[in-house]
């Protein structure tokens, strides 16, 4: 059975000129046709603007907000995170996130979660899942990570997430905002632990995503192969010369800061976030957009589960994009869709003949107002209305 939908406007994910007054023809999983609308005959579905599904290449399923991250899950234990990342996968996509790729889960319960959705159990979106967070003992990350300290034992790490299912690796190159005295400045993992976790999880097919906001510990990463950058905010021109070198993506969770320093009034943030926040957003400001200008690619992701950050809000990473980077709503659009999905490698996110029917029906043009992404009238993944 095919279904017809009426597009007023076609975006494709890609940046070519949109297509205008088109049917899209769904069989199955997938697209069969777009070609111009039929005369006279009545589409199955019909929006002023569709769009791909959006792509949301760094998410924590078992947060949604919460102000005080490390005491909302000392707080909580496995089962209530396992719970909380099935309810939260299904309003990804019910959001019109149709790919995530779940960079750090406490107890791997994102491959889980990716599994019981895979076998049509559950309701979410695709996903691919690190596991556990690959950090120094003390480091950022460690209340919901595995601690490592060596390069030996960086790879025992990679090997007992892929164990645990990951079909992806996360490693914490610097420390960051949201654990007490893990300096967003200065490097962790070392170049060598670093160098070790990525030839182990290169080796059996799987990239790895760093964290790293400080300047050192984004070369390092970056000179030690990895194949995305998370946050990035305090980059210079030799990394941004790295970045192109090694063909890296950033992903630069614009959102992540800009959501913590928008609810300072609230006061139910530690000090010490607000405080670091404050710092990081200020390099961010200053840094991401010249990476973008200088030719950087920057695939969309926006750490939803932290402080502010909701799942079903990413909408907003593409309206900062837009707003803050400079990019038009078109290039935010196919940062959040088309190079966020060659980065997590699902599907390529592109609406086209043979692709993968991961579409929204939008009630006005997309590129025209970014913000239509909040108002999803369908979303469809794999040719199913959600
Ligand atoms: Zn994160």
Request: charged share 20%; aromatic share 4%; proline share 4%.
């Amino acid at each position: 059975m095919a279904i017809a939908i009426r597009a007023g406007v076609l975006y494709d994910g890609t940046l070519d000129a949109p297509k205008r007054n088109v049917d899209v023809i769904v069989e199955g999983e997938r697209i069969a046709a777009i070609r111009a609308a039929a005369d006279g005959g009545s589409p199955d579905y019909a929006a002023a603007c569709v769009t791909p599904g959006l792509v949301n290449a760094h998410v924590h399923l078992e947060m949604n907000g919460e102000p005080d991250v490390a005491v909302a899950l000392a707080m909580t234990t496995q089962n209530q995170r396992l719970l909380r990342a099935v309810e939260l996968a299904a309003k990804t996509l019910r959001a019109g996130v149709t790919t995530v790729r779940s960079v750090g889960a406490s107890y791997a319960i994102d491959a889980d979660v990716r599994d019981a959705i895979d076998a049509g159990r559950i309701h979410g979106p695709r996903m691919r899942a690190a596991g556990a967070v690959l950090c120094m003992t003390g480091g950022h990350g460690w209340f919901i990570g595995r601690s490592v300290d060596s390069p030996w034992d960086a790879r025992k790490a990679v090997r007992e997430q892929m164990k645990a299912g990951a079909d992806c690796i996360k490693v914490i190159a610097t420390g960051g905002v949201l654990t007490k005295g893990a300096v967003p400045g200065n490097a962790q993992l070392t170049l060598e632990e670093l160098e070790a976790a990525i030839d182990e999880a290169h080796r059996h097919g799987l990239r790895v995503a760093a964290h790293a906001i400080g300047t050192q510990g984004i070369k390092n990463a970056l000179r030690a192969g990895i194949d995305s950058i998370e946050h990035g905010h305090m980059l210079d021109d030799e990394a941004i010369a790295l970045f192109k070198e090694k063909g890296a993506y950033l992903v630069p969770t614009l959102s992540a800061p800009t959501c913590i320093l928008a609810h300072l009034e609230e006061g139910a943030q530690p000090q010490y976030v607000v405080d670091k926040a404050k710092t990081v957003n200020e390099a961010m400001l200053r840094n991401i957009k010249r990476a973008y200008e200088a030719g950087v690619r920057i695939a969309g992701g926006s750490d939803a589960g932290t402080p502010y950050n909701y799942h079903a809000n990413y909408a907003y990473e593409v309206e900062l994009m837009h707003t803050l980077l400079g990019m038009s709503p078109q290039q935010a659009l196919h940062a959040a869709t088309t190079v966020a999905a060659e980065l997590v490698g699902l599907q390529r996110s592109v609406l086209a003949p043979g692709e993968a029917a991961d579409l929204l029906l939008l009630p006005r043009d997309a590129g025209e107002d970014v913000r239509a992404l909040r108002d999803v009238e369908h979303v469809f993944k794999a040719g199913a209305c959600v």
